[in-house]
């Protein structure tokens, strides 16, 4: 993308958005516009359309949305539909209206079809192959309207919408909500907090479930990547890119709590709470095609580097993170 100069980042006070402040600090190729709810409500459209009229971005990388973990999926189902739904149809929309020549948008391995016997691993064909897990549906299908949506511009217009696939993020200015947040966030709070209070620290769910995790960092790189190599109007492509380890790194929720405890040198009880919803069993990523795609191989940051540097980050700066 030569002729790229501005790139609006919604979502840009969030986990991923800082991961990619942090890079923009690096990257001078262009001017990134960092934009948060304060700066513009994405579910209002003409407040959408006003404001990405004054910042007139040659490139939007769409962020924004109504983020959770498995309990707030489970327990805020109308908010995860309808705000998802609103911020997307007006983020699209504005940028069809404006002009802006390529938008990369961010979907989520829990749109995955939730089938424990066909689907070993799922790849960018299988999105729409069955419905998603119970738990995060809501969330889910307004993720998958988002995809449908992208595709609809490319084949009615050829704009070049993409969208990405990533796995679990984690990394520094993370939400750290001890109810609200994904599990590698709300498990290095509730692991602080226990250490601090002598007190055992309880696990949400069997610990058997198996997620793939990708440190925000190094999704920060590749979304830089996928802006400037990825287009969908180049060939028949799908449009779409799951962006994720290989399938040999996915672990159990039991490996991650080991991690947490291991970073932030824990010595009291471990104790697994069976009565809480372990969510989807899996949802293996296949990489295959942005491995393709990549060429290169890509140096992910092991997960053990990534807890330890998340859990140093949370320490350090306990009084203002998110939570
Ligand atoms: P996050 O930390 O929760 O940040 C959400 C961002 O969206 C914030 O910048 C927030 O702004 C903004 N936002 C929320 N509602 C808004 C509204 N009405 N108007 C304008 N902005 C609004 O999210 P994240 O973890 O960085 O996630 C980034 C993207 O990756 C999302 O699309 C998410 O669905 C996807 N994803 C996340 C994960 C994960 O594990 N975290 C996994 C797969 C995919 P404020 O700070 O002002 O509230
Ligand atoms: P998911 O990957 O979309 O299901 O979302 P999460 O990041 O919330 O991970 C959910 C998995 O972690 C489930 O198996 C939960 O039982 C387990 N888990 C264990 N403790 C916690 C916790 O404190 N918060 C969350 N969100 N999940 C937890």
């Not at 471990?270 to 290169?296: E, H």
Request: net charge neutral; aromatic share 10%.
């Amino acid at each position: 993308m030569h002729q790229c100069r501005t790139v609006l980042v919604t979502g840009g006070s969030g986990l991923v958005g800082s991961a990619l402040r942090k890079l923009s600090g690096v990257d001078l190729k262009y001017r990134f516009v960092f934009a948060s709810s304060q700066d513009c409500d994405l579910t209002d459209f003409e407040a959408t359309l006003q404001y990405f009229r004054k910042i007139a971005p040659d490139a939007v990388i769409h962020l924004a949305a109504a983020v959770g973990g498995l309990f707030k999926n489970m327990r805020c189902k109308v908010d995860m539909f309808e705000t998802n739904v609103r911020i997307n149809m007006n983020v699209l929309r504005a940028c069809h209206e404006l002009g802006v020549a390529k938008v990369v948008s961010c979907l989520s391995t829990c749109i995955f079809p939730d089938d424990k016997t066909k689907m070993e691993h799922i790849n960018e064909t299988m999105l729409h192959a069955g419905p998603p897990h119970a738990s995060n549906d809501a969330y889910a299908y307004a993720k998958r309207m988002l995809e449908v949506q992208s595709r609809c511009y490319r084949e009615q217009y050829g704009h070049n919408f993409v969208c990405v696939i990533p796995t679990n993020i984690y990394g520094p200015h993370d939400n750290f909500h001890l109810n609200d947040a994904h599990v590698i966030p709300a498990l290095v709070h509730k692991f602080y907090l226990a250490k601090q209070q002598g007190v055992p620290l309880v696990v949400a769910g069997s610990g058997a479930p198996l997620r793939q995790f990708i440190y925000a960092h190094d999704l920060a790189h590749l979304l830089i990547w996928v802006l400037e190599h990825y287009n969908a109007t180049d060939s028949n492509d799908s449009g779409t890119l799951i962006l994720s380890v290989d399938p040999s790194h996915e672990i159990s929720i039991a490996q991650v709590v080991h991690h947490i405890a291991d970073a932030i040198g824990f010595d009291n009880d471990i104790v697994y709470d069976m009565t809480q919803a372990d969510g989807q069993f899996k949802k293996t990523a296949d990489n295959s095609k942005f491995k393709r795609l990549y060429g290169s191989s890509f140096a992910f940051t092991p997960i053990r580097q990534g807890i330890r540097e998340t859990v140093d980050w949370f320490v350090q700066n306990y009084d203002t993170v998110r939570k």
